[in-house]
């Protein structure tokens, strides 16, 4: 008999890079990109991991734990899922989040003796476990009652608890805690959100709409920023401090100063002039002497008026700065757009005059220890070191872009020096210099610019422009700036969507720029050394209307926050749901020939390199042959992983046995295929709100070289 041919087995790794991309034709895209996906985010050092999702956000502590209880004689009409069960000792209560009860359980004695009822039937008792939230404390060994009725005995702990049933419980009782969460009160969508010193605020309009109020995120919820009251005063002659008691010399009236604002002249020179910030008043200020300890300090202007924001509907921004090297001065500086520009240091608010007017700044930013603000085309910036004074003679100026501004970032120049890039919607300028003796405002682009709210700190300053994602990093030779347009892959996908941009976020620990759309949309864009590892689109369940990252103050970790505009902050990067809905996402990598596009192959076994933390489902696939309807197209399968660690058994080719969870041993990811085609496309999918975050590496093929397609 002859000797059959041997076929040679060819072995190929396709590393997972470099994000979508709409514009490349088929047959020329890179092995490792995407032609379709979302919901999946690139990573730096290559890689694609489905996204993180979301939770409501209010400051009040939640959890995603829960007890186990094993039962003895469950009154199943009693006790359902859903009702609060307390422990009749301990008072511990807890939400029934899984119930399973069984009627097959004898009742026995101490000596392990079946016991019998008066008729001599054996006494079968209903036991089983429950599951509950960890509300507080611990329950004993003790009976549980619902609504003070008893519903069972506690003996123990369940421990027969697979890894899904792990998932889901804990997601059920993240679900539960997060439903209690209540939107910021008041109405419409919420007007900013940002973080200072380790507290989350937001603003969004009072119930009728009238005014905008400030709020703070705290253990028992949203709460109302209260202001104080200021009072506009001039023939300063001795110097005011914090604390002390205002008395007004015909008034009586008497107040405690809680900031001093000197806006022009001094107190030595019997000229200071502008506001003091003080505690409610007894009663009204009039034109008149103010005394502190019996001494005339300065002239009232007239009575103290309520700190507010009183003119609703405001798009507020913020940053946090410290203009001298007090630690203590580190504070919030923000705007809206519709009301002046306001320091705040988590108890004080003070709003700051301009003297531009409408004083209603837009935008806001510190650079080189001044503080900027933007009204429509001109840009206005306070004296060195000192927010309050806007006034000329000592250092502050105005700066006119001819074009409404939109946006600013810090660019490093070199070592010691930066330049202020301030963005319009049609022109780029470039501010040098380092006061207002040597600025310089160089336009740097005319007839380009960036989209409100779009541009970012990160490759110099990432923003959106006509174009797509643009990019504005500094150059080699020192002082000049280069851009570069990143989005060119994915121009089809944005094409239109500019109008639609709601605010933009960076993090720092993914290194990705991140733009919302009012569609649901999203764009996270992942940059390294200042070039694209990739870009990967989000479709999300909640429209974004403002964003704020952060980093903790506790452990360096990220914090990213949005506000919708159903009124509710939400938490970015928690969970593995869409605020309790499904996180579906789907990853379609492009038609991989392997460099030979004429060459019909024979697939046999697809192995991807999967990592990841915790129980996760999927579904598995692939397509031959760009889809094509002659060739049998087959199902995907679905996946069951629990995953914890990792490695190659021979770091080239087959996995060993490297998965576990809980010390459990999970086969190898793989997958036997069944065709011939030119190409393949490898497609990975899921949806839930369990599951944990899965990366996709990379891919092993093994095929063979079937013959020339004719």
């Not at 054996?122 to 429950?130: K, M």
């Not at 969870?661 to 393949?680: A, C, Q, W």
Request: with cysteine.
């Amino acid at each position: 008999m002859k000797n059959l041919p041997r076929v040679e087995l060819r072995n190929a790794y396709i590393p997972f890079k470099g994000g979508l991309d709409t514009e490349t034709p088929q047959i020329s895209m890179k092995p490792g990109y995407l032609r379709n996906g979302y919901n999946i985010e690139q990573m730096v050092n290559g890689g694609y991991q489905t996204i993180m999702g979301y939770t409501r956000y209010t400051g009040q502590a939640t959890t995603g734990n829960y007890v186990a209880l094993a039962v003895e004689c469950i009154d199943e009409a009693v006790v359902a899922v859903g009702d609060v069960i307390t422990g009749e000792t301990s008072g511990v209560t807890g939400t029934v989040l899984a119930l399973e009860i069984s009627q097959n359980n004898y009742l026995v004695d101490e000596n392990g003796d079946y016991l019998q009822d008066g008729l001599g039937n054996f006494i079968v008792i209903n036991s089983g476990y429950i599951i509950a939230t960890d509300d507080a404390g611990t329950f004993g060994v003790e009976g549980l009652e619902v609504g003070g009725v008893a519903c069972g005995v506690r003996t123990g702990v369940y421990t027969n608890i697979t890894a899904q049933e792990d998932s889901d419980y804990r997601a059920l009782a993240a679900s539960v805690s997060h439903a209690s969460l209540a939107a910021v009160p008041g109405s419409g969508s919420i007007l900013g959100v940002w973080k200072y010193n380790g507290h989350v605020y937001a603003w969004r309009n009072n119930v009728a709409g009238t005014a905008a109020v400030m709020w703070v995120a705290s253990a028992s919820g949203w709460v109302a920023v209260t202001h104080g009251y200021e009072i506009s005063f001039d023939t300063g002659i001795l110097a005011v401090a914090v604390g002390d008691t205002l008395t007004g010399d015909t008034s009586g009236t008497t107040a405690i100063v809680t900031r001093v604002v000197v806006e022009y002249g001094s107190w030595s020179a019997g000229t200071a002039a502008g506001r003091l910030i003080v505690s409610t008043p007894s009663a009204a200020f009039q034109a008149e002497n103010l005394k502190v300890s019996g001494s005339i300090v300065c002239t009232s202007l007239g009575n103290a008026s309520l700190i507010s924001f009183a003119v609703p509907s405001g798009r507020f921004k913020c940053i946090n700065y410290n203009f001298s090297g007090d630690p203590t001065t580190y504070r919030m500086y923000g705007c809206d757009g519709k009301n002046r520009g306001f320091e705040y240091d988590g108890v004080v608010l003070v709003p700051i005059n301009s003297k531009f007017s409408p004083d209603t700044p837009e935008n806001v930013i510190a650079h080189k220890y001044h503080l900027f603000f933007s009204f429509s085309g001109t840009l206005q910036h306070s004296a060195p070191t000192t927010p309050y004074n806007f006034e000329q003679l000592i250092g502050a100026a105005a700066i006119g872009l001819g074009d409404a501004i939109t946006g600013f970032v810090s660019l490093t120049g070199d070592a010691t020096s930066a330049a202020l890039a301030v963005f319009s919607r049609n022109e780029i300028g470039i501010l040098y210099g380092s006061n207002s003796s040597d600025w310089q405002m160089v336009s740097y682009k005319t007839g380009a610019g960036a989209i409100a709210n779009t541009v970012q700190p990160i490759a110099g300053a990432t923003y959106l422009d006509e174009r797509g994602l643009t990019t504005l990093a500094a150059s080699v030779e020192y002082g000049n700036f280069k851009d570069a347009d990143i989005s060119s892959l994915i121009y089809s996908w944005l094409r239109g969507k500019q109008i639609y941009a709601t605010d933009s976020c960076i993090l720092r620990n993914k290194s990705q720029y991140r733009i919302f759309f009012s569609d649901k949309s999203a764009l996270f864009a992942t940059i390294s050394n200042n070039k694209v590892v990739g870009i990967c689109p989000v479709k999300l369940d909640h429209v974004v209307a403002c964003m704020c990252s952060s980093e903790s103050t506790a452990l360096g970790e990220e914090e990213v926050y949005f506000g919708g505009t159903d009124g509710m902050v939400y938490q970015m990067e928690t969970g593995m749901s869409f605020d309790g809905a499904n996180l579906d996402w789907l990853c379609e990598l492009s038609y991989n020939s392997l460099g030979s596009p004429h060459i019909i192959k024979r697939f046999r076994k697809i192995i991807p390199e999967v990592t990841g933390d915790g129980y996760a489902e999927f579904y598995m696939g692939y397509s031959l042959d760009y889809g094509s309807k002659s060739i049998l197209q087959h199902p995907e399968s679905m996946q069951t992983v629990s995953l914890n660690t990792w490695y190659f058994d021979d770091g080239v080719s087959y996995w060993d046995t490297g998965l576990y969870f809980d010390g459990d041993e999970v086969l190898p990811i793989e997958k036997h295929t069944m065709g011939s085609g030119r190409n393949i496309s490898l497609t990975f999918r899921g949806s839930g709100t369990t599951n944990a975050q899965i990366r996709f590496n990379g891919a092993q093929l093994l095929y063979s070289i079937s013959k020339i397609k004719r």
